[in-house]
Nanobody, 126 residues
């Protein structure tokens, strides 16, 4: 049963921005590390960023592939983790997923994550 829900994807022109959201009505996100991943057709799922739990001081990690263009953040009042993506490129086109982990510090490998959402499609095209 999916407990995480992603939203905010869509079609954007190169150089544009999107903010993805990850939330749940089933559990409190700040108790877990939350990771953002993406998967393009024919490619493996790739870790983009993760944020530690509140107890882990919300420490953030970024993959080199998008470092400087993405920011992960947490809004505990909204029980939501955001991924702000700027200066998007056609090669960023993929389905984006969030997932939770009990491990700290969080990492960018899919192992250790569970409760994957259904994903949200991001298409970067002119």
């Amino acid at each position: 049963q999916l407990q995480l829900v992603e939203s905010g994807g869509g079609l954007v022109q190169p150089g544009g921005s999107l903010r993805l959201s990850c939330n749940s009505s089933e559990f409190t996100l700040e108790h877990y590390g939350i990771g953002w991943f993406r998967q393009a057709p024919g490619k493996e799922r790739e870790g983009i960023s993760c944020i530690n739990s509140k107890i882990g001081n919300d420490k953030t990690t970024y993959a080199d592939s998008m470092k400087g263009r993405v920011t992960i953040s947490r809004d505990s009042a909204q029980n939501t983790v955001y991924l702000q993506m700027n200066n998007l490129k056609p090669e960023d086109t993929a389905r984006y997923y969030c997932a939770r982990t009990i491990f700290s510090p969080c990492g960018l490998r899919t192992r250790g994550y569970d409760d994957w959402g259904q994903g949200t499609q991001v298409t970067v095209s002119s």
